[in-house]
């Protein structure tokens, strides 16, 4: 054999599991399409590379959904603190940020490519760039190498480790290729959509708001006019509808409930601080110390300017009418509108534009305890190829690092005897 393990994919996923094996003294054969590895990385957290986040286990596996349980194994293995320390000792020093998120010390994503190429470098891994897998090469039920675009001969191994990333983001590389392979060795793909994307909403409200940032608010799921979830936290409207991380989290949701072709609107608690008593007593005395002003004005103190529009329209009360005017029922509009700003959701940017891909390979297939297929023996998956996806910060790249550390750390290693038939 050509190698012990040949990595597919130089992603988080695919560094890391070159790393460990090697470090492990597995010769190792990473193979990346593009140019240079980790281009995907390169632009994670806006540059900045949220790699982790410092959540306890149990609340961090929950924001993975159903699917948290999997990776169970592959978090007790490695898990946040231990990716620190693999950082720390590779120089990129790290930082904990609101919500929990890790980030280094430096901001930029680069340092983090460059310290796991380095790395990877440094253990002997061989890494080839411009070498776009064909296809798996399974014989008797095990994996036995891959073939290489304009390569005449196959390169052999009796492990490889498919870490090619999801359908998201294709400029970077990421275009599927990991599940055309899976699915043609028998394995089952769970379909793919896009997870942690942008919300498309109907009217003219979001483009009229494109820009505006709101913090602090709450946003409810409701599908089919029954609320389903709800997250608190920042939000931004765009030309087209919402995004921002409490978006980003929702969609999941969704994207599915818009497939299973049910109606969803979002409800934004623009005032959640305040139950409906309170807010009331609040408009109240802004109603009676501001009795002259006009109910435009009055608003001010209530809204971002780019806001105070959609509220005179949507709760029906003259902009210019003087707040000792205003009635009780008036009164009772704008609070449940505070309390309850409704769009209509109409769609989802495209799976290309997504930041994780939701779906893959289903990890009923898979040992959760080695990464290794149930299917063909020696064929391992790590990362987003993986039916597992998060909410946004840093989660789902620490599934990627932990996933691709055990695949690593499982790789059998033939003895000196064994590789040279005892002679």
Known sequence: MDYQVIVIGGGAAGLMAAIRAAERGARTLLLEKMDRPGRKLRISGKGRCNLTNAAPLEEFIAHFGPTGRFLRQAFHRF??????????????????????????????????????????????????????????????????????????????????????????????????????????????????????????????????????????????VLVGGKRTAEMFGEMLFTHFGVSGPIILSLSRLVVDALRNGQAVTLSLDLKPALDEHTLDRRLLRDLDSQGKRQYRTVLKGLL????????????????????????ARERARLRRWLKDFRLTVSGHRPLAEALVTAGGVATREVNPRTMESLLVRGLYFAGEVLDVD??????????????????????PLETEDERTGGR
């Open 79 to 220: 898990f946040a603190p231990d990716l620190v320390a693999f950082f720390e000792e590779s120089g990129v020093r790290t930082v904990v940020e609101r919500g929990g998120r890790v980030f280094p010390v430096s901001s930029q994503a680069q340092d983090v490519v460059d310290a796991l190429v380095r790395r990877a470098t440094e253990h002997g891994v061989n890494l080839r760039p411009r070498s776009p897998v064909r296809r798996l090469l399974v014989a008797e039920g095990r994996v036995v190498g891959v073939t290489v675009a304009g390569r005449a001969r196959p390169f052999r191994a009796p492990a490889v480790i498919v870490a090619t990333g999801g359908a998201s983001y294709p400029r970077t590389g990421s275009t599927g290729d990991g599940y055309r392979w899976a699915e043609a060795v028998g394995h089952t793909i769970v379909p793919l959509r896009p997870a942690l994307i942008p919300l498309v909403t109907a009217g003219t409200v979001a483009p009229r708001l494109q820009g505006l940032s709101l913090r602090n608010v709450t946003v409810r």
């Open 304 to 327: 971002p300017a780019k806001l105070i529009p959609i509220c005179i329209e949507q709760t029906r009360i003259p902009a210019r009418k003087v707040a000792h005017q205003i009635t």
């Open 390 to 411: 998060a909410d946004t910060g840093g989660y789902n790249l620490q599934a990627a690092f932990s996933t691709g550390w055990l695949a690593g750390n499982s790789i």
